[in-house]
């Protein structure tokens, strides 16, 4: 896992914003080249973890990064997983009983990723 997102309907973003870094004691400020993204520093330590402006009702996910996307996402296929959507090289899931998570190719450092990475056989 390597990002937890607090998905906010768009016209709500800036109160979720002083809502969560007054809650949780965290400075924030937007992701470049990503407008939709108000990263949270160091809300929950070891994990990205911000707020996503979106189209949809308010909820939780969080995202799996992964080396290999596709291989990614046939495993939770096969694990019981639905595949909803797919954008910009990542795909959403749904997994058994109705929660949201994405699969994105790699985001952190290349030393951070080869220190926690699960491998799968």
Request: hydrophobic fraction near 40%; charged fraction near 20%.
């Amino acid at each position: 896992m390597s990002t937890f997102l607090i998905d906010v309907p768009k016209d709500q973003v800036a109160e979720a914003t002083t809502f969560w870094t007054a809650a949780l004691g965290v400075e924030a400020d937007s992701e470049p080249g990503e407008p939709q993204y108000t990263r949270l520093h160091d809300a929950l330590p070891g994990l990205v973890t911000a707020i996503q402006a979106v189209d949809d009702a308010p909820r939780y996910h969080f995202d799996i990064e992964t080396d290999d996307v596709a291989a990614e996402v046939t495993r939770l296929l096969a694990l019981g997983a639905v595949e909803i959507a797919s954008w910009q090289g990542c795909h959403t899931l749904r997994a058994p009983g109705g929660h949201l998570l994405c699969v994105i190719p790699v985001h952190s450092t290349p030393e951070y990723f080869a220190e926690h990475a699960k491998t799968w056989s």
